[in-house]
């Protein structure tokens, strides 16, 4: 979700479903190298926007003690609450031992968790993993490691590093993680619609369900609302707005944005041929969603 769930995608969605809904989100990943982060970049990766749903800040890297620390100004910036990602399967990640290269290692996940925990004085530390690395063997143990932690919250990814976003979402894995730690679990994977998120939650015994390319197909995919063409195109010219006013963001960059998520969209029936809108020239397919401000104009 790298580029996608800033503040201009990600407050839009919060602001069309309400708390009943979607209890939260959470920050793209702030990498975190060998120095920790200055509030000024954590302050930006939350974004000017409040709502009533907290939002999480997340936080990537493999350095005990400069993950701790930008924590620790993580709070004092504002954040709610602090996310660790052990779950990233991108080759950026991978070569700076970050994200799910740390599946191999469940005493240092431990080790991360704890030092994080103990940065930090009133908000609580979620962390998210994966099923595993090369495989599921060490799901259990991993899931452990992240409570003896302290952390507050344990958000699973039930595929694999190896398995990356492939189409299977094996959900027995979460049901295994829900068995053996008394934290909170939260589910994610294999959600494609609103149905989804009590399915889950009912064949897994999770206690939460966390959606991601799901929402950039679908942002009211957490309330079930089903969207207009008026509505749908009223969200993508509007973040189009917000990105240019938040970020100065250029034609090209807004319409690969937008063409990021159209590479998803489902909402409104709003491109019944997403490729053809993809092929299009960025100016031509910014001027194309402006011309869909009437729900009967059927020409968008």
């Known amino acids: ?29 702030a990498r975190v190298v060998s120095v920790p982060l200055p509030r000024r970049a954590l302050r930006a990766h939350l974004g000017p926007w409040r709502h009533p749903q907290p939002v999480g800040l997340q ?23 602090v996310d660790l990602n052990f779950g990233c399967p991108a080759k950026g990640a991978l070569r700076g031992c970050a994200g799910s290269a740390l599946l191999d290692d469940p005493p240092r996940v431990e080790a991360l968790v704890a030092a994080c925990v103990r940065a930090v004085v009133r908000v609580p530390v979620t962390a998210k993993i994966r099923a595993g690395g090369a495989d599921d063997r ?21 595929r694999t590093r190896v398995e990356a976003y492939a189409d299977t979402a094996d959900w027995e894995r979460l049901r295994r993680a829900v068995r053996v730690v008394a934290l909170p679990v939260c589910g994610n994977g294999g959600v494609a619609r609103h149905a989804d998120l009590a399915r889950l939650r009912a064949e897994t015994g999770c206690a939460y369900v966390m959606v991601g390319r799901a929402a950039l197909g679908d942002p009211w995919v957490f309330s079930g609302h089903a969207a207009t063409r008026a509505e749908a195109a009223a ?4 973040y189009a707005e917000r990105l240019r006013a938040h970020h100065g963001a250029s034609t090209r960059m807004v319409a690969g944005r937008i063409k990021q998520l159209l590479a998803h969209w489902t909402a409104g029936g709003l491109c019944d041929d997403r490729a053809a809108w993809r092929r ?6 910014l001027a194309r969603l402006a011309s869909c401000g009437d729900e009967l104009e059927l020409a968008c």
């Open 1 to 29: 979700m790298e580029g996608v769930t800033e503040p201009c995608f990600r407050d839009l969605v919060l602001a069309r479903n309400p708390p009943a809904a979607l209890g939260g989100a959470f920050t793209e990943f």
């Open 59 to 81: 936080l990537m890297g493999s350095d005990v003690a400069a993950v701790a620390e930008s924590a620790r100004r993580a709070e004092e910036a504002g954040a709610p609450l």
């Open 138 to 158: 060490r799901l259990e143990e991993l899931a452990r490691a992240v409570e003896q932690g302290g952390a507050s919250l344990l958000t699973v990814h039930c």
């Open 235 to 238: 969200f993508l010219r509007e």
């Open 280 to 285: 299009l020239a960025d100016e031509a397919l």
